[in-house]
């Protein structure tokens, strides 16, 4: 499910919180996975934990990116 980060920079903010919901639905799933014996790839857990990271990020530059135009 994770997403190229050119991808997650060519959406709007409405969308990056969608993609962050998501992206942290599935680090509880894999979680779960995790705690029950059922993962077998734990680098999965890092490669969302890194993605979830990424999404706050470009949504964060989005709102100062607002916040400096709207302050113009």
């Known amino acids: ?3 190229e980060l050119a991808d997650l920079r060519d959406m ?3 969308t990056l919180v969608d993609e962050l919901r998501k992206s942290k639905q599935e680090a509880l799933n894999l979680r779960f996975r995790h705690a029950t ?4 790839n734990t680098s999965e857990l890092g490669a969302v934990k890194k993605q979830i990271a990424r999404i706050n990020t470009l949504i ?7 916040a400096e135009s709207a302050g113009k």
């Open 60 to 66: 964060r530059q989005q709102e100062i990116a607002a």
């Open 37 to 40: 014996g059922q993962l077998d």
């Open 1 to 3: 499910m994770a997403r």
């Open 12 to 14: 709007d903010l409405a």
